[in-house]
């Protein structure tokens, strides 16, 4: 009893220095996770803001470009009626200068010939006004074109700033991400080191056994350890097993920050052989009730209740999927998986 005593002491004296060191472990990499979302969110704002006024000024450059093939048409119209202006123009010059000759028509009524002079001078006056009035209006849409060219230049900058801005800003994402990526990756190395030395610990405080095996991130033990066939009840031999790991996992407790969302997950599990004359109807319910029996007992001895997760998967989950008494043996198990919650 002394020697088991001793050897007890040594194995929990490992346990601070490897705790602090997961814990900060873990504690560093949800800060980088939260630097990351934080500043992935207010980037996805700035984006999402850039495309809301990008949108916008495709919008006004769309009108201000239909707008100006509007007065582009406008002014074409106008040049139209200019031309046909300055044509008739002509030929009422022509008219009036052909009745003032004097060698035109010998012999016809001078009165006659003064009237269609003054008519001819009339609308000589009204077709050099409507002609006026033309190149105005010409002015006008050259000065409304050569402001409407000024507003798409102004437009064309300010949308070249803007895609300018979002290249900037996806590189900025693309940057932080690759180097988020970096110092995740190196932390999972960190972990995955600090796993095994945990998985060590545990394994020195368990025993070597060979019914109970580490397969990846999962400590598994053959449920024979703990139960009899066909039956959730613990006997004695798997409550002495399950007291070492509640003694391990209550100086775990009491070393993790509280803020840290960490459980330890009880997987029941069966192999493919139906019940027989037994009080549960299927592998469902008596996996899940192997592994509400180790809860329960673990909280008996002190272990959290909030630390605790028990899942029941039936023979639905094998090791083995060989039809052998060897392989359903290794798939009658319970496993352990510290995990986050």
Do not use: C
Request: proline share 3%; charged share 30%.
């Amino acid at each position: 009893m002394a020697l088991a005593r001793g050897r007890r002491d040594r194995t929990i004296d490992y346990w601070p220095g490897f705790v602090d060191a997961l814990s900060t472990l873990v504690l560093s990499v949800i800060f980088l996770l939260s630097i990351f979302m934080i500043v992935q969110f207010f980037l996805s704002q700035e984006v999402a803001g850039k495309d809301t006024a990008l949108a916008r000024l495709n919008a006004q450059l769309q009108q201000l470009t239909e707008m100006l093939a509007l007065e582009k048409s406008g002014k074409v119209s106008l040049e139209d009626e200019m031309a046909r202006l300055r044509a008739s123009l002509s030929v009422a010059e022509l008219e009036r200068d052909r009745v003032r000759n004097p060698g035109a028509g010998a012999g016809s009524d001078p009165a006659a010939a003064q009237g269609r002079v003054n008519e001819l001078s009339s609308a000589l006056v009204d077709e050099r006004k409507l002609s006026a009035r033309a190149l105005a209006q010409v002015e006008i849409l050259n000065q409304q074109i050569a402001a409407l060219r000024r507003q798409l230049g102004a437009l064309e900058a300010a949308l070249e700033t803007s895609e300018k801005r979002d290249r900037d800003a996806q590189a900025r994402i693309e940057n932080l991400g690759q180097r988020l990526n970096v110092a995740l990756a190196q932390r999972v190395r960190e972990l995955s080191r600090y796993r095994s030395d945990f998985f060590g610990r545990l394994r020195e405080i368990l025993g070597n056994r060979t019914d109970i095996r580490e397969v990846g991130d999962r400590f598994v033990f053959q449920s024979e350890i703990f139960f009899d066939t066909a039956s959730a009840v613990l006997r004695p031999e798997g409550r002495a097993e399950l007291d070492k790991l509640a003694e391990a996992l209550i100086e775990l407790e009491s070393k993790i920050p509280t803020e840290i969302a960490w459980v330890l997950r009880i997987d029941g599990h069966t192999d493919v052989r139906p019940i027989v004359r037994s009080v549960y109807p299927s592998n469902w319910e008596l996996s899940a009730a192997r592994a509400i029996s180790v809860v329960q007992y673990l909280i008996s001895k002190g272990v959290s209740p909030a630390r605790l997760v028990a899942a029941g998967f039936g023979e639905f989950q094998p090791l083995d999927t060989e039809r052998t008494e060897d392989a359903f043996r290794r798939n009658r198990r319970i496993e352990l998986k510290l995990t986050e919650r």
